[in-house]
Nanobody
Framework: QVQLVESGGGSVQAGGSLRLSCAAS????????MGWFRQAPGKEREGVAS???????RYADSVKGRFTISKDSAKDTLFLQMNMLEPEDTGVYYC???????????????????WGRGTQVTVSS
């Protein structure tokens, strides 16, 4: 059973930084894609960033240059470093994962089968 547990959310002022972590367990895929998604009240869940098992990364245009996704394969942990945060970044941030071959669109939430429960990020102006 795959389990994903996010941590690191909180409240910051605009321009601040946060680092999210996602601890993964029960994962057996040798090639995989893991990602961060977020959902603001009244909006659909959107892809923020994703990373493949070979280290290939991709970002939503709205976070390029501000967010960095990374992973520690030895510790089965996914990270999202968020800098220069803006009020528009507010939302619940979710960690997601699945087999690389099943995730055709790597920033599309519907393609991921495993999800964490999320962590709240609030950015005030």
């Amino acid at each position: 059973q795959v389990q994903l547990v996010e941590s690191g959310g909180g409240s910051v002022q605009a321009g601040g930084s946060l680092r999210l972590s996602c601890a993964a367990s029960g994962y057996t895929y040798s090639t995989y894609c893991m990602g961060w998604f977020r959902q603001a009240p009244g909006k659909e869940r959107e892809g923020v960033a994703s990373i493949d098992s070979d280290g290939t990364t991709r970002y939503a245009d709205s976070v390029k240059g501000r967010f960095t996704i990374s992973k520690d394969s030895a510790k089965d942990t996914l990270f999202l470093q968020m800098n220069m945060l803006e009020p528009e970044d507010t939302g619940v941030y979710y960690c997601a994962a699945d087999s690389f071959w099943r995730v055709k669109e790597k920033l599309l939430a519907a393609n991921f089968g495993y999800w964490g429960r999320g962590t709240q990020v609030t950015v005030s102006s």
